[in-house]
């Protein structure tokens, strides 16, 4: 399960979709993606979406030819954003 935001006239949408929307996944089946109109979901999914971007331990920039290259993270405090995750889902989706 893949989750996307975008801005929309500056407004955030939030989609959830079945797969990585790669050209293996969309020329050999077919792919769902559908809104998460629900604000607590949407709160709920941004929260997730800022965890995963504010890794500073694994994190990857995607480049315009499709290869990618480890952020650096040089005097950033240490994030690793499935150990945030962890304990997101283990509190009931509460952080602290």
């Avoid at 929309?8 to 109109?37: C, K, Q, T």
């Avoid at 949407?42 to 971007?53: F, G, K, N, P």
């Avoid at 480049?63 to 990618?68: I, N, R, T």
């Amino acid at each position: 399960m893949g989750a996307s935001a975008f801005l929309d006239a500056g407004e955030p949408e939030y989609f959830l979709a079945s797969a990585d929307w790669m050209p293996h996944n969309l020329d050999r089946r077919v792919e769902i993606a559908f809104p998460i109109l629900d604000p607590k979901l949407q709160a709920q999914l941004r929260e997730i979406l800022d965890i995963q971007l504010a890794d500073t331990a694994k994190a990857r920039v995607l480049l315009p030819d499709g290869s990618s290259r480890r952020v650096q993270s040089e005097g950033a405090l240490l994030l690793r954003s499935q150990e945030r995750l962890y304990e997101f889902t283990s509190r009931g989706g509460v952080l602290r």
